[in-house]
């Protein structure tokens, strides 16, 4: 697909930023194990890139979902961290925006798209992972009808400590049949910080191999409250139908943050067979490696259209989860293939966390597991093509 000019301008200011900001830091935080710094979000939220695709009137930029894709890609490239950030406030600011009441857009809306307000995705649970219909935290209404108690635990809620509000997917109706009518979704406020509130609501951060600039945390809801005005859409039994409807903008954007994490290695895996001298020359001349550097920017490529033509579909305002079900599934796993190859380019090097190949390798392991593993993504378009519509 080509893209506009604005576009290439979007993309162009983008790189600047990530240049200047990202990548001089990437490395050594994520080796660190550090989180990405608050001022970066900050700087991140002033230019916009939480509420790119947001309606003007509630303090958003009103951009296509191209550009939302672009921006992402652009970020991942400098630290998959930093351009999964916005994918929290993309999914609470989609639901708000497709499902919430009028004085919940009013209230939220504006706040997430200027940074004030944080958001973290709560949907995960210890025991409920792709089978999303059976979730257990219970949102209980209180006696007088004016708030809900949580109890139970979500768990890899990323983001979850630095966040103001968990976007929590709670059964309100444990009775109802099937399982899925009887989910809402609750916007849960709280103060952002490592502590959480106990004994109601504590948290604890998950030890894992990539994806370093965020922690995923397990959460524990013990009676923690939420007003009854933070049901979004103001009615209960909606939550699984409200969630569907925000998967196609999550999948493109995370096969951009595929796509973007790939560029990376890619581009770092060039510049070394072009320095690398084994056998008196570049690596670079020997064709096994040339041809390792072609297929890595074909697929790199195959990708990107995937998800700029999923982002265009989206566009239209026409149903495309097939089309963002294959952009995230083609980028997730092209992303694992061209991070591997890249890591392999530069032998014992790759290996070592003195160059930055390996960390795009761990990243990009996640994403064949998070927003739908794969055999999820291929059932769901599987679905989609034997329907035939
Ligand atoms: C780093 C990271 C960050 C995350 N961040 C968040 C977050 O912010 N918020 C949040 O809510 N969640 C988050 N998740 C959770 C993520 O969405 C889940 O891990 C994912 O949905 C899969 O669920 P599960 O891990 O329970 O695996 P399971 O659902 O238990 O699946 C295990 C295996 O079985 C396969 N499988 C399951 N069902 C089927 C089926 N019907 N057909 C074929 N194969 C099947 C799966 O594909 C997988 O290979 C995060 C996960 C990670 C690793």
Avoid at 40 to 58: D, H, N, V, W
Avoid at 168 to 187: M, Y
Avoid at 335 to 358: D, I, K, N
């Amino acid at each position: 697909m080509l893209l506009h000019e604005q576009h290439h301008e979007i993309r162009r200011s983008v790189r600047d930023f990530v240049e200047r900001e990202i990548v001089p830091i990437a490395d050594q935080l994520d080796n660190a194990e550090k989180e990405i710094p608050l001022p970066i979000i900050g700087k991140m939220a002033e230019l916009g890139y939480f509420g790119l695709i947001f309606p003007e009137q509630y303090g958003g930029m009103g951009l296509d979902t191209v550009s939302m894709a672009l921006v992402t890609e652009e970020l991942s490239r400098g630290w998959l961290s930093v351009g999964s950030v916005m994918t929290r406030m993309l999914i609470t600011g989609t639901l708000i925006q497709s499902s919430g009441t009028e004085e919940q857009k009013q209230r939220f809306l504006p706040k997430i798209c200027s940074g004030e307000m944080l958001t973290a995705a709560a949907f995960t649970e210890p025991d409920v992972g792709s089978d999303t219909a059976a979730v257990k935290l219970r949102a209980i209404r209180t006696g007088d009808g004016r708030r809900y108690q949580l109890r139970g635990e979500k768990t890899w809620c990323t983001f979850a400590n630095r966040a103001h509000v968990l976007t929590v997917l709670a059964r309100t109706n444990p009775d109802l049949q099937p399982k899925h009518k009887g989910l809402s979704i609750l916007l849960v406020e709280k103060e952002p910080g490592d502590g959480f509130h106990p004994p109601a609501l504590t948290g604890g951060a998950i030890p894992t191999i990539g994806y370093k600039g965020m922690k995923s945390y397990s959460l524990g809801f013990d009676g923690y409250e939420c007003p009854a005005e933070n049901l979004l859409g103001g009615v209960e039994g909606r939550g699984f139908y409200q969630l569907m409807a925000t998967y196609e903008y999550a999948r493109i954007q995370t096969a951009a943050r595929a796509v973007g994490t790939a560029q990376a290695a890619f581009e770092a895996a060039l510049r070394y067979a072009q320095e690398r001298i084994q056998f008196g020359r570049p690596i670079a001349e020997f064709q096994v490696i040339r041809h390792k550097l072609a297929h890595m920017a074909t697929d790199i490529e195959a990708a990107r259209q995937l998800t700029y033509y999923a982002s265009a579909m989206k566009d239209t305002g026409k149903r495309c989860d097939l089309e963002a079900g294959m952009a995230k599934v083609f980028a997730a796993e092209m992303a694992e293939r061209v991070t591997s190859e890249a890591l392999q380019v530069f032998g014992g090097y790759g290996y070592s966390r003195e160059y930055p190949a390996q960390r795009f390798w761990r990243d990009a392991r996640v994403f064949r597991i998070f927003e739908g593993t794969s055999e999820i993504q291929y059932e769901v378009i599987a679905k989609r093509l034997l329907q035939g519509d």
